[in-house]
Every structure is written in structure tokens, then in C-alpha cells.
Nanobody, 119 residues
Framework: QVQLVESGGGLVQAGGSLRLSCAAS????????MGWYRQAPGKQRELVAV???????NYADSVKGRFTISRDNAENTVYLQMNNLKAEDTAVYYC?????????????WGQGTQVTVSS
């Protein structure tokens, strides 16, 4: 059974940093990609960053140069280092995993972790 466990959210002042972690557990599947999405109150969920199995990454324009996504393949864990945080980064951050159980592909969401940036 697939499970994602997130950690690392919290309250930080503008200009500060936080690091989010998301660990995947389970067996019998292979991971295509892991990423972070966020949803602010009254807004749609949006992609923040994603890292693919080969190491390629994509970022939302709003976080380029400030956020870094990385992955520990041995631990099936993805990290999001967030620097120079801004008030507009305040949101619930969700980990997402695209995985394959042959021959099908699935998506799984974490429970979400709150990030609040005070200005």
C-alpha cells in the first residue's frame, strides 16, 4: 500500500527558509516523479516543483531561484528547500507522487502541510 508522509511546514518570517520532506513507503511500484503543489485560500492548487526519475526538474516561475527540489532515491524521499520566502508563498503544500504498477500509472497525494510566511 502506498503512503506519503510529509513534514517540515510551519511559520516563518518573510526572507526566511523552510525545508519540506515527503517520504514514500510501500512496495511493488516504481516512481516516475515526485513533486510539490500548493493551495492558498480561495485559489486553485498549483504546481510548485517536480523532479522526475531521471533527475530532471521543473519549477513554477514564481519560485525559480528561491526553491530547490531534490530527491533521495534510496529513501524514496523528496525535499523542497524554500529560501527567501514571501508572504505569497503562504499555502498548504501537498506532496504528489506519480507511480507505476505495471501496466498502470497512478497519482497519490500527501495529507498536506501548512506553510505560513509572515510579512
Amino acid at each position: 500500500q502506498v503512503q506519503l508522509v510529509e513534514s517540515g511546514g510551519g511559520l516563518v518570517q518573510a526572507g526566511g527558509s523552510l525545508r519540506l520532506s515527503c517520504a514514500a513507503s510501500g512496495s511493488g511500484f516504481s516512481i516516475n516523479a515526485m513533486g510539490w503543489y500548493r493551495q492558498a485560500p480561495g485559489k486553485q492548487r498549483e504546481l510548485v516543483a517536480v523532479i522526475f526519475s531521471g533527475g530532471r526538474t521543473n519549477y513554477a516561475d514564481s519560485v525559480k531561484g528561491r526553491f530547490t527540489i531534490s530527491r533521495d532515491n534510496a529513501e524514496n524521499t523528496v525535499y523542497l528547500q524554500m529560501n527567501n520566502l514571501k508572504a505569497e508563498d503562504t499555502a498548504v503544500y501537498y506532496c504528489n507522487m506519480e507511480y507505476r504498477v505495471y501496466p498502470n500509472t497512478y497519482h497519490y497525494w500527501g495529507q498536506g502541510t501548512q506553510v505560513t510566511v509572515s510579512s
